[in-house]
């Protein structure tokens, strides 16, 4: 009867022992996912801060165009020039607006 006890804890320790094995196999490919997608995760922030740090430089690229065209269009240059009767051409040349208001 003992020999049937012994043998009996025998399996389930056995049992016990392949279970642990596969729980340590799936712990180490859950880290190898873990470690995989935390090096997916630091690529996608380094790829975000590029892609902010270019519209930033885009939209300061922009800004300035704007702020160009602006002072183009205050600039005493850009007035209208009245017309004096005496257009050589017969073209309107003092028609300016502004292109933003």
């Known amino acids: ?41 630091k690529a996608l922030e380094t790829q975000v801060a590029e892609l902010n740090d270019k519209q930033d430089k885009i939209s300061e690229r922009v800004d300035n165009l704007i702020n160009s065209i602006e002072d183009w269009e205050n600039s005493p240059e850009s007035t209208p020039v009245e017309e004096s009767g005496g257009n050589e051409g017969g073209e309107n040349q003092g028609n300016s607006t502004p292109l933003f208001t």
């Open 1 to 41: 009867m003992e020999n049937t006890k012994l043998t009996k804890l025998e399996e389930v320790v056995d049992k016990l022992i392949e279970q642990l094995k596969g729980l340590k196999n799936d712990k180490k490919m859950l880290q190898t996912t873990i470690h995989t997608r935390e090096d997916e995760i």
